[in-house]
C-alpha cells in the first residue's frame, strides 16, 4: 500500500544518502544517485523500484502466487 511505499522510500533513500555522505567524507565523488545535495528522489524511485524491486516481485508473484502484491507493486511504480 502507499503508506508502506513511502516508508521505504524513506528508508532507502536514507541508505543511499548515508553512503554518498560517507563517499564525500573519504573525499571520493558520491555514487550516482547517493549525493542528498543533488538527487532526484522521485526519478531514483522509479529506477529502484523498476530495476530492483519488479523483478523480484515479478520472481516472487510466479512462485507464490502473490499477483495482488505484484499488481501493488506497479500501481506505485
Given at each position: 500500500p502507499q503508506g508502506a511505499h513511502l516508508e521505504w522510500t524513506s528508508r532507502i533513500t536514507s541508505e543511499f544518502f548515508a553512503q554518498g555522505d560517507s563517499e564525500k567524507r573519504l573525499g571520493l565523488p558520491p555514487s550516482a544517485g547517493m549525493d542528498r545535495e543533488c538527487a532526484d528522489v522521485p526519478k531514483l524511485q522509479?529506477?529502484?523500484l523498476t530495476f530492483c524491486s519488479l523483478p523480484l516481485?515479478?520472481?516472487?508473484?510466479?512462485?507464490?502466487?502473490?499477483?495482488?502484491?505484484?499488481?501493488?507493486?506497479?500501481q506505485n511504480i
Open positions: 522509479h529506477g529502484f516481485f515479478q520472481l516472487f508473484a510466479e512462485q507464490f502466487d502473490i499477483e495482488c502484491t505484484l499488481q501493488q507493486l506497479e
